[in-house]
């Protein structure tokens, strides 16, 4: 079965320092997708990224940055520069194809930015 | 394009009632899911829809329903609620069914059972 884990429940940094949230995950199939997701205070879950199990490149979106590697079962996610605003829940998540849409979500990481 | 919306915002419910939860997905979005999230038990998938049929189908109890409309507006009924069905009900569309889309989230059913 798919599992999902997110071992930081909580991270607090000053405004400007970076900030690693770590996912791993577990599944059976060959054939996965990995997502992250960000939920501020609004409740409403903003997508950030996917990636599927046969591209391992690390990819690099403004602040945001992401560290998939196969061989740990790891996606990890990176904030650099961080801001006040980046103060949110996030979510690292697992689709596997044979379970179409479905989503097994980590527990979350909350990140508190100070100014 | 407008986003997924759902329907109401914020619902009071007693406990033994029913309710009923509504979700627009994007438009040209055939894929509605559902999930349940609660300080405890966390996001939980608790099915999804595609062109009107069930796809999948999470491990909660027969009280919680739903389904698909022609037009992919989706809607989840729970009936006979109990305290524990207190809880944030997200709604996400995908343009396919296969878990290769992004997935879009709604702002989501704050449901509150007393």
């Known amino acids: 079965a798919q599992k999902v884990t997110q071992a930081q429940t909580e991270i607090s940094v000053v405004e400007k320092e970076d900030v690693t949230l770590d996912c791993v995950y577990e599944t059976r199939d060959t054939t996965y997708y990995l997502f992250w997701y960000k939920q501020p205070p609004s409740g409403e879950l903003v997508f950030l990224i996917r990636?599927?199990?046969?591209?391992?490149q690390n990819e690099i979106s403004g602040r945001y940055s992401w560290n998939f590697q196969k061989s740990t079962s790891s996606f990890n996610f990176t904030i650099t520069a961080s801001q006040v605003v980046d103060s949110a829940v996030y979510f690292c998540?697992?689709?596997?194809?044979?379970?179409?849409?479905?989503?097994?979500f980590g527990g979350g990481t909350r990140v508190l930015v100070k100014p | 394009k407008a986003g997924v919306t759902q329907t109401p915002r914020y619902l009071i419910k007693t406990r033994g009632q029913q309710v009923t939860l509504s979700c627009s997905p994007i438009?040209?979005?055939?894929?509605v899911s559902w999930y349940q999230q609660t300080p405890g038990q966390g996001l939980q998938f608790l099915f999804e829809?595609?062109?009107?049929?069930?796809?999948n189908k999470g491990n909660f109890p027969g009280r919680f329903s739903g389904r698909q409309f022609s037009n992919s507006r989706s809607e989840m009924n729970v009936s006979t609620l109990e305290l524990g069905d207190s809880a944030l009900y997200l709604c996400a569309s995908s343009l396919v069914a296969s878990g290769a889309g992004e997935q879009y989230f709604g702002p989501g059913t704050r449901l509150t059972v007393t």
């Open positions: 438009s040209g979005h055939r894929s």
């Open positions: 998540a697992l689709s596997e194809a044979a379970a179409g849409n479905k989503l097994t």
């Open positions: 990636r599927n199990s046969f591209d391992e």
């Open positions: 829809y595609f062109s009107e049929t069930q796809r």
